[in-house]
């Protein structure tokens, strides 16, 4: 068989045996993503391989440069990279994607052993400029949402301030006792009973 009927049988059996699989993504007839790992999974990695126009005789270009993988460390990268080739090596001249991905599958936990999160802060410019890093921070802005804001809105005048007596409570004589309104009553907890 040539290396077309090759690629063309592969593809089919990968088709078939990943339908529905969302781990798997055939990006064109050569080119696949196989993501390793939940998506939550601070431990999951995304493989990237291509076929060149002789494979399987030659190995797939495997890469892992997916923007998934960013958090991902450079050592961590170039021991999947490495084990990945063992593998392609061990498996050369034979249709190898689903030996690959199920491999990987398997020595995940391995393949991650040392994995650290790669954390990127990001300053911003004005912190730059200045220089400071004294570690002071700055204090944050309450967030309000949409009705929170409209709310405030409505309730205060064209130059944001309450109207006066925005806050008065009514007061009712019951009996010899002033108490305070019904309305506020109910809000409060108290019954008037």
Not at 67 to 85: C, D, G, H, V, Y
Not at 152 to 161: A, L, M, P, V
Request: aromatic share 10%; hydrophobic share 35%.
């Amino acid at each position: 068989m040539t290396a077309n009927e090759d690629q063309e049988m592969e593809l089919e059996a990968l088709r078939s045996i990943y339908e529905g699989d969302e781990c798997f993504k055939e990006i064109s007839s050569v080119s696949f993503q196989f993501r390793i790992g939940d998506l939550v999974d601070t431990k999951a990695f995304i493989l990237d391989l291509t076929w060149p126009e002789t494979y399987p005789e030659t190995a797939p270009q495997i890469s892992l440069d997916a923007f998934f993988n960013n958090r991902i460390s450079a050592e961590t990268k170039q021991l999947i990279l490495l084990k990945l080739e063992e593998q392609v090596e061990v498996n050369l001249g034979t249709a190898m994607m689903y030996t690959l991905f199920e491999w990987a599958k398997e020595n995940q936990e391995a393949l991650m052993e040392n994995h650290k999160p790669v954390v990127t802060a990001v300053t911003s410019s004005s912190e730059q400029m200045s220089g400071s890093s004294t570690g002071k921070k700055k204090e944050k802005k309450e967030q309000l949402t949409k009705s929170q804001k409209r709310r405030i809105i409505s309730r205060t005048d064209n130059k944001g301030e309450l109207p006066r007596g925005w806050n008065w409570v009514d007061v009712i004589k019951v009996g010899d006792f002033y108490l305070p309104s019904t309305r506020w009553c109910n809000y409060s907890g108290l019954s008037l009973h």
